[in-house]
């Protein structure tokens, strides 16, 4: 099996699950400056936290090799042949933002090059990593199929990942496509080794501005739909499973169920309730609705740090989960995002952060008031009981 994007999050994910679900000798292509024992310590460490380490014999099984340019990455082929590589778990990819040129490269080229690795050797699968977003934005239900009709794209990010969607699907190589939404933290323990992206990027900026303490009235953007996050242990159950027993050119969104997630005011009350924060917050359903004149400057720096992210929180999407529902209908494990299994990630944030532990120890010294929540169209919300003063 070979994987693509094995130094990065959701391909050592992915990895981990090859050696523990399979005896398959485990490709991992990757470039400068990572080495063979970078790209093994998180895949070891997964299987630890699962209650299963590797042994000699499962890294015996990992291949680590040199990933040429996009336009050279066929001349593997007998490199891989050899190897018997059967299969290509595609889960690598960039998420600059805005730097065309890296998702040119990454997101398009990449794939355009592995395609043309898997028609030279024969591939009986292929795999694609892509994004529950890949839609754009739309307050239409969102199909398990390409997208030939697609909303405005939140940055060009989700546009080449649709694009590189159809360059799958033209290559002439059997394939799936795997689209997840938000990647969090484990939901048993809440760890995760990630970049800080989507929860992770709003939390990270928390610490930096907690270590100055807040100002008296915070102003945020936090509207009233579900947030689809999924949490890593069901990333890799949901995809190794759309691997192993989708039919051919099928597309599957890897969402949790709309019932069970939290809404960004569920998000921002749990954190403010159980770390402290100002005594007032004023809740927004949009960026735009967030007025200049009221917000304090590092509020305004915070608000323009996470703005893409608070714009996909915003809408409400709609995806189409029939392909999931049937997996799990007949045994996969896969454990919805809710507020309970948010706050266990969490949690191993702050505890991971002694930058936010000194925050919290404070505030509980100081005894600080409970924040007030105010709904800006709604009612003045009480403050939640679970709140503690010390």
């Given at each position: 099996?070979?994987?693509?994007?094995?130094?990065?999050?959701?391909?050592?994910?992915?990895?981990?699950?090859?050696?523990?679900?399979?005896?398959?000798?485990?490709?991992?292509?990757?470039?400068?400056?990572?080495?063979?024992?970078?790209?093994?310590?998180?895949?070891?460490?997964?299987?630890?936290?699962?209650?299963?380490?590797?042994?000699?014999?499962?890294?015996?099984?990992?291949?680590?090799?040199?990933?040429?340019?996009?336009?050279?990455?066929?001349?593997?082929?007998?490199?891989?042949?050899?190897?018997?590589?059967?299969?290509?778990?595609?889960?690598?990819?960039?998420?600059?933002?805005?730097?065309?040129?890296?998702?040119?490269?990454?997101?398009?080229?990449?794939?355009?090059?592995?395609?043309?690795?898997?028609?030279?050797?024969?591939?009986?699968?292929?795999?694609?990593?892509?994004?529950?977003?890949?839609?754009?934005?739309?307050?239409?239900?969102?199909?398990?199929?390409?997208?030939?009709?697609?909303?405005?794209?939140?940055?060009?990010?989700?546009?080449?990942?649709?694009?590189?969607?159809?360059?799958?699907?033209?290559?002439?190589?059997?394939?799936?496509?795997?689209?997840?939404?938000?990647?969090?933290?484990?939901?048993?323990?809440?760890?995760?080794?990630?970049?800080?992206?989507?929860?992770?990027?709003?939390?990270?900026?928390?610490?930096?501005?907690?270590?100055?303490?807040?100002?008296?009235?915070?102003?945020?953007?936090?509207?009233?739909?579900?947030?689809?996050?999924?949490?890593?242990?069901?990333?890799?159950?949901?995809?190794?499973?759309?691997?192993?027993?989708?039919?051919?050119?099928?597309?599957?969104?890897?969402?949790?169920?709309?019932?069970?997630?939290?809404?960004?005011?569920?998000?921002?009350?749990?954190?403010?309730?159980?770390?402290?924060?100002?005594?007032?917050?004023?809740?927004?359903?949009?960026?735009?609705?967030?007025?200049?004149?009221?917000?304090?400057?590092?509020?305004?720096?915070?608000?323009?740090?996470?703005?893409?992210?608070?714009?996909?929180?915003s809408v409400r999407w709609k995806f189409a989960r029939g392909r999931l529902d049937a997996l799990r209908a007949d045994g996969l494990a896969f454990t919805d995002a809710s507020l309970d299994t948010v706050r266990v990630a969490q949690s191993r944030f702050v505890a991971d952060s002694p930058k936010l532990q000194a925050f919290i120890a404070r505030y509980r010294e100081q005894g600080s008031t409970v924040p007030s929540f105010i709904v800006h169209e709604g009612a003045l919300l009480a403050?939640?009981?679970?709140?503690?003063?010390?």
């Open positions: 099996i070979l994987i693509t994007g094995g130094s990065g999050f959701l391909g050592a994910l992915t990895a981990a699950k090859a050696l523990a679900s399979t005896d398959a000798t485990v490709v991992l292509p990757v470039r400068d400056p990572h080495t063979r024992e970078s790209v093994l310590k998180p895949i070891v460490a997964e299987l630890a936290a699962e209650g299963r380490p590797a042994t000699d014999a499962d890294l015996a099984r990992v291949v680590v090799i040199p990933l040429p340019p996009p336009e050279r990455i066929a001349e593997l082929a007998p490199e891989m042949k050899k190897l018997g590589v059967r299969d290509v778990l595609h889960c690598a990819g960039c998420l600059s933002y805005f730097n065309l040129g890296k998702l040119q490269e990454g997101n398009l080229d990449l794939t355009a090059g592995l395609l043309a690795l898997s028609r030279e050797i024969g591939v009986r699968r292929f795999v694609f990593l892509s994004t529950a977003y890949s839609a754009g934005f739309t307050d239409q239900p969102i199909p398990e199929a390409l997208h030939e009709v697609h909303g405005d794209d939140p940055t060009d990010y989700t546009r080449t990942k649709r694009d590189a969607e159809w360059l799958v699907a033209r290559s002439g190589v059997p394939f799936v496509i795997v689209r997840p939404s938000i990647v969090i933290g484990d939901s048993r323990d809440g760890r995760y080794f990630g970049k800080p992206y989507g929860i992770y990027q709003l939390w990270t900026a928390g610490e930096r501005y907690l270590g100055a303490g807040y100002p008296p009235v915070l102003h945020v953007v936090a509207g009233d739909q579900p947030v689809n996050f999924i949490h890593q242990d069901a990333f890799k159950n949901g995809f190794w499973a759309a691997y192993e027993k989708l039919e051919d050119g099928a597309v599957m969104h890897l969402v949790s169920r709309d019932d069970a997630l939290p809404t960004m005011r569920d998000l921002w009350e749990l954190w403010l309730s159980t770390h402290g924060g100002p005594s007032e917050v004023h809740f927004f359903k949009r960026l735009d609705d967030v007025p200049d004149e009221d917000v304090a400057p590092q509020v305004r720096m915070w608000l323009d740090f996470t703005a893409i992210n608070n714009e996909i929180a403050a939640p009981a679970s709140a503690v003063k010390a």
